[in-house]
């Protein structure tokens, strides 16, 4: 049972690191998207790439109320804490991938440079997906300790 907790503890803590490093992503691209100016406008000014900050914003968002669920569930020693920290490891890391991914792809050229932050975010991201089980792992997990009672 202590081992089982500890595991449960490790990936937590991996989800909320990769929620870190989601959120810093984020605010870089935020950041860049108000200053980086393109054909006379801040690149924050199109539509479409609006859309797609909006859609990380609502994955940070989304990643951050499953993780807060997870902590707390463990914290009480709730009977699906186990269901809560298998969603929130799997939910978390898979999002987080995706965010950082979106954050260089918005950053253009200068996203995949070890100069800048965008892609150590995103291989920070992409190694934690992987520590303490993939999210294909943890979604099969929280489907096995999912209450039998689903009609």
Not at 41 to 66: F, I, K
Not at 129 to 148: C, D, K
Request: hydrophobic share 50%; net charge negative.
């Amino acid at each position: 049972a202590d081992i089982q907790y500890a595991l449960w503890l490790a990936a937590l803590a991996t989800a909320a690191d990769s929620h870190g490093a989601m959120s810093a992503a984020f605010d870089l691209t935020l950041d860049y998207l108000k200053t980086r100016r393109q054909f006379g406008n801040p690149l924050g000014t199109y539509q479409a790439l609006q859309h797609r900050a909006v859609d990380m914003y609502v994955a940070l968002g989304e990643s951050r109320a499953v993780l807060d669920q997870a902590i707390a569930s463990l914290q009480a020693g709730a009977p699906d804490a186990a269901r809560d920290v298998h969603a929130a490891k799997a939910l978390v890391c898979e999002s987080a991938r995706r965010v950082t991914q979106e954050a260089v792809q918005l950053h253009g050229g200068i996203g995949v440079t070890d100069e800048y932050a965008a892609s150590h975010y995103l291989r920070r991201a992409r190694v934690n997906e992987q520590l303490w089980g993939s999210a294909e792992q943890h979604f099969m997990a929280f489907a096995n300790a999912a209450p039998a009672t689903i009609a």
